[in-house]
Structures are given as C-alpha cells and as structure tokens.
C-alpha cells in the first residue's frame, strides 16, 4: 500500500497487513505529520457493499478476518524478587563467589601484603631525590676521595639541570 502525506506530499510504502480494519496511526518520516490511516481496499468495499445492500435485498454472510488483540503493557507494580541478586547466599549459589567469609580474612591478613605500583613509583622517586641531593652535598668529599668521578658527577648534576629546564618550558608554554 502507498501512503501520501497529507502536509507535504511524501509517498512511502507500507505492507497492506500493516494498516488494520480499525485505521492505524502513521506518522511522516519527513515532516513529522500524524494523522490516523485507513485500508485503501477496506474504504471501497464499505462503499461498495453499501451500495450493493441497497440494490440487492438477498444479505450474504461475510466471514471477517479476525485479528489478534495486541499485547497490552503492564503498568502496575513489579513484583520484587524473593533474594536480592547481590546477596553473599545468592552469589555463592548462582554464581560460587564466596563474601565475608572469616577464612578469607584470616588468609588476607596472613598473606602478602603488596605495597602498589604508585607508592612504589612515589618510594623510588623520593630515594632517587635523597640520594641525588645527598651526592650533591658530599659532591667534594666524594671527588677528592676518587677523582676520577669527577666527570660523571658533573655529568650527572648538568642532566638533571637540563630535565629540568625541559619540564620548566612544557609547563610554562601550556
């Protein structure tokens, strides 16, 4: 079945068995217009039969088609489960994960402690600090002890200087 617009004239395709005896509300893809649609074939017959009723007093039985009365959404209120899905006993059953278990607790304690990647990272870059700030302070004691590290301490202590320059400019340009 071809549609037409009523506001702006589109025509778009429907299937015949989309359009009920009852009409049915479409709506314009285009311009957004709704307007409720009868069969095309379902407004000739009911013209044609009535014209036919008058002419012909003989009544014949038609065998309408019956359609199936749509589903209708339920608005009431949920019924709310027996066990809550996040429940240890349900967890446990459904999906054998064990909560608040005292075994667990004991192991844990027992067990290894991490210390983490950031405080491990946060640990090394304050030893890396003390112990550069350190060289610095014995910088002379440890070149006369050994001079040939004099050149590498030097070396060093410029590297360090030129990082941070480098983090200086980043920050100061963004």
């Not at 446990?92 to 909560?99: D, N, Q, T, V």
């Not at 844990?108 to 405080?119: A, H, P, Q, R, V």
């Not at 004099?150 to 340009?173: H, P, Q, R, T, V």
């Amino acid at each position: 079945m071809i549609l037409s617009c009523n506001s702006c004239g589109k025509k778009f395709v429907v299937p015949d068995s989309a359009i009920t005896a009852s009409g049915r509300t479409v709506q314009c893809g285009s311009c957004g217009n709704k307007w409720k649609q009868f069969p095309i074939n379902e407004i000739k017959k009911t013209q044609a039969v009535t014209s036919a009723q008058n002419k012909v007093s003989k009544v014949k039985n038609y065998q309408q088609k019956v359609n199936k009365p749509k589903k209708i959404k339920r608005t009431g209120i949920k019924k709310t489960r027996e066990i809550n899905l996040y429940s240890p006993e349900y967890l446990a059953k459904k999906h054998g994960i064990k909560l608040n278990n005292e075994d667990d607790k004991k192991a844990l304690s027992k067990g290894k402690i991490s210390f983490g990647f950031y405080n491990s990272l946060l640990l090394f870059l304050v030893i890396i600090i003390i112990l550069s700030r350190g060289l610095y302070f014995f910088q002379d004691f440890v070149v006369q002890k050994f001079p040939f590290t004099e050149f590498y301490i030097d070396y060093f202590f410029e590297s360090i200087k030129n990082m941070f320059e480098i983090w200086k400019n980043l920050i100061s340009n963004y």
